[in-house]
């Protein structure tokens, strides 16, 4: 694999990356950060002459997507950190995003321009309005051309229906709808209008004291505009159709796991929480993330998952240090590779696994600034327990634990993986012989 790019800089608390997302063509990579940024990256054309550069992404555009707001009734700052960010399928020759922070959704347009208008009647080439005494002949407006410009254009914003912090937002496959979901509720906006959405599932209780669980993520079918499913604190994942009803508070599957009474601990709801699901691009698998695991369940069998990946269960022994540094609620997020035959998620000490479904083999690769010169290939890292660490391992307890993979992206059709690692945006990419 290869290391094509990365940021250099001390870490500030506003550049922490928070959420990486490929355009439906893989040629585009946004990553959003704390400080409310937008960061696009563009895939560069093969030339004739270097046929091998292929494949590097360059920044295209940055944008302000969000700022910090105060909620003055509630006495609230909302941050403005990018939560998630999801493309529109290219329509033209501009590109659509969504991004959101905890409370607002907006739709971005980013387009070039290399030409620009001039020649007016009514005005002069700086703008001013001309004196009408002046202007004796009629003049033809021509398009010269200019350096190139890339513009991002905020062109909607869905404000004002969330209570609580949305975590994920969710393009419908007609691309005419979108679900933006937080703790307790997921509204269904229409990408045309901004000042109604509809909720379509409140789990919100009368008394707030009986609250019991938490949504934690939600997302459209690929191919199915009415079916999504939704992920809970408690580890279950609930998958409604919007044909049954408009309130889908009623699940048309259930999926979950049951517990095995013989690794009952403490911790054992905290590390049930699913951080992320995710549909295959197939449709018929869905993943999910918990804090120790990766699980492929098939959408025709509720009772227990397919399969069960373990990512860093050597955490298991320490899950009480983990508690008390309050790690245990990191939210990992995982992917589908574009033919779903491999699924990446992240770990401590800027780890990151990959699971290959077909062979059942899994590795362990690190994204460091010391193994990051463009082509250097990854080594497979070790994790050892206990016991004699042999040269090339790590011992569980020297893992640096505030070094965490949270967020990842996969190219839709090719191995090309991007990582975030704090504030540096890692992309490698299979071996080109």
């Known amino acids: 694999m290869h290391l094509l790019e990365e940021d250099q800089g001390r870490c500030v608390k506003a550049d922490i990356i928070s959420t990486v997302e490929f355009n439906p063509t893989g040629e585009l990579l946004a990553t959003g950060d704390k400080g409310g940024r937008v960061v696009v990256f563009q895939r560069e054309q093969e030339s004739k002459n270097q046929p091998h550069r292929r494949g590097e992404y360059n920044v295209y555009s940055t944008f302000q997507s969000h700022e910090p707001e105060f909620d003055y009734l509630k006495s609230l700052e909302i941050e403005e950190k990018i939560n998630k960010i999801r493309w529109l399928p290219q329509q033209n020759a501009a590109y659509f995003l969504l991004s959101t922070n905890d409370k607002t959704v907006k739709l971005w ?19 001013r309005i001309r004196d009408p005494a002046t202007i004796t002949a009629l003049r033809v407006p021509v398009l010269q051309p200019m350096d190139l410009m890339v513009e991002a254009t905020p062109r909607r914003v869905f404000s004002n229906a969330h209570t609580y912090h949305i975590n994920s937002i969710s393009v419908s496959n007609d691309y005419e709808t979108y679900m933006s979901t937080d703790d307790l509720r997921i509204n269904l906006w229409n990408l045309e209008i901004t000042n109604q959405s509809f909720n379509i599932v409140d789990i919100k209780p009368a008394n707030m004291e009986e609250l019991t669980e938490v949504i934690t993520a939600a997302e459209f079918h690929p191919n199915q505009c009415n079916t999504f499913i939704y992920s809970s604190s408690k580890g279950s994942i609930r998958l409604c159709d919007m ?43 869905l993943m999910t993330r918990d804090y120790l695991t990766v699980k492929v369940w098939d959408l025709n069998m509720e009772s227990k998952p397919l399969e069960t990946y373990q990512v860093h269960d050597y955490l298991r022994s320490k899950l009480c240090s983990l508690y008390e540094n309050d790690c245990i609620f990191d939210k990992f997020e995982c992917v589908w590779n574009g033919s779903d035959s491999v699924i990446m998620t992240g770990s401590y000490n800027n780890f990151f696994r990959m699971f290959d479904r077909n062979t059942k083999r899994d590795v362990t690769l690190e994204a460091s600034r010391e193994n990051s010169k463009p082509r250097a290939i990854l080594k497979p890292r070790k994790v050892c327990v206990g016991g004699k660490r042999r040269k090339d391992e790590i011992s569980v307890d020297s893992l640096d634990f505030s070094k965490k993979i949270l967020h990842t992206a996969w190219h839709p059709s090719e191995n090309i993986i991007a990582v975030a690692a704090t504030n540096n945006l890692y992309i490698f990419q299979d071996k080109v012989n």
């Open 109 to 127: 347009k980013i387009s070039e321009r290399d030409k620009r208008p001039e020649g007016y009647n009514l005005k002069d080439e700086d703008g």
């Open 243 to 285: 044909r049954a009803s408009a309130l889908c508070d009623n699940h048309s599957k259930f999926f979950e796991e049951p517990e095995d009474p013989s690794n009952r601990s403490f911790f054992s709801e905290i590390i049930s929480s699913i951080s992320d699901v995710k549909f295959s691009h197939s449709g018929r698998y």
